[in-house]
């Protein structure tokens, strides 16, 4: 059976407040893969924790107390996209991938979080994908994949339909580190997707019908992050 690894970017599941709409359709489309494949979702913190983190920033904690902050919210957002799921998914989130492969042994959607400070829920997903050997990884965000520069901000913005992951690199090479502030994706996650030539997606996570497309080998708007 495939295995599959998704990163939700905080972005698409909390923009603002938790989108309870969005969360019940991935939910469903999550129930629904795991009548074919082995499925693993990890949740990104989205504006909850960046709020969070900006407050105990402001009142001067370090950049590793603000990583731990944001990890529990993502553990949060874990945790409800968990019982939205159902029975079908881990009650409680994984905090590392050993926890993490023997829920999908006993045949469970793992729904996890952050793990370490340091690095993005895109890294965590990075890492959970070679650690289970996933056959595919998707990147789930608020834009269609990976552009030469903010599609939100440029309209001339252009999408790349594939990308080496040697270029991936390159690009965000110049991304802050800080909490709660990966763009794109963060270096790390980009390292382990090009030593361990995981096949990965970037495409926007709202669209679950082209979602479902790039998962079944059809035809679908995003990016092919190519690994020679």
Known sequence: M???VISIGGSVLV??????EYAKKIANFANELHEKYQLCIVAGGGKIARKYIEIARNFGASEIFCDLIGIE???LNARLLSAIIGKNANIEPPRDFVAALKALNFGKIVVMGGTH????TDAVSALLAEYINADLLINATDVDGIYDKDPRKYKDAILYERLSVEQLVDMIKSQSIGAGKYKLIDILAAKIIQ??????????????ENMRNAIQGKEFVGTIVENK
């Open 117 to 120: 400070p340091g690095h993005s």
């Open 2 to 4: 495939r295995k599959i």
């Open 15 to 20: 923009p603002n407040d938790i989108d309870l």
């Open 73 to 75: 919210a993502t553990r």
């Open 195 to 208: 030593r361990s030539k995981i096949k990965t997606i970037f495409l926007n996570g709202r669209n679950i």
